[in-house]
Nanobody
């Protein structure tokens, strides 16, 4: 499985971005999916995840502002980010197939910069 993330960029505080992550492979619908982020000098953190049935969860700092969704017909997972804050600045990574030892597949990062 290969994951290709896109949609990052520079945005002012209060703005919005939508990240996309397109996956190869025929079993996309059977994968749990997630978005992580890593800011400079900080550890990677789980931002949001979505199960195969569509259940979602979010880190507290983005609740009410970010929405994760999936389109199995397009093999794509999205992260809609609204009301962006400077502290959301990070490289964002998509991941697929949660296992006991973590996610099995990772996309390359897409950089999000939020200016104040």
């Amino acid at each position: 499985v290969q994951l290709q993330a896109s949609g990052g960029g520079l945005v002012q505080a209060g703005g919005s971005l939508r990240l996309s992550c397109a996956a190869s492979g025929r079993t996309f619908s059977s994968y749990s999916l997630a978005w992580f982020r890593q800011a400079p000098g900080k550890e990677r953190e789980l931002v949001a995840d979505i199960t195969t049935s569509g259940s979602t969860s979010y880190v507290d700092s983005v609740k009410g502002r970010f929405t994760i969704s999936r389109d199995n017909s397009k093999n794509t997972v999205y992260l809609q980010m609204n009301s962006l804050k400077p502290e959301d600045t990070a490289a964002y990574f998509c991941a697929a197939l949660k296992t006991r030892s973590g996610y099995a597949y990772w996309g390359q990062g897409t950089k999000v910069t939020v200016s104040s």
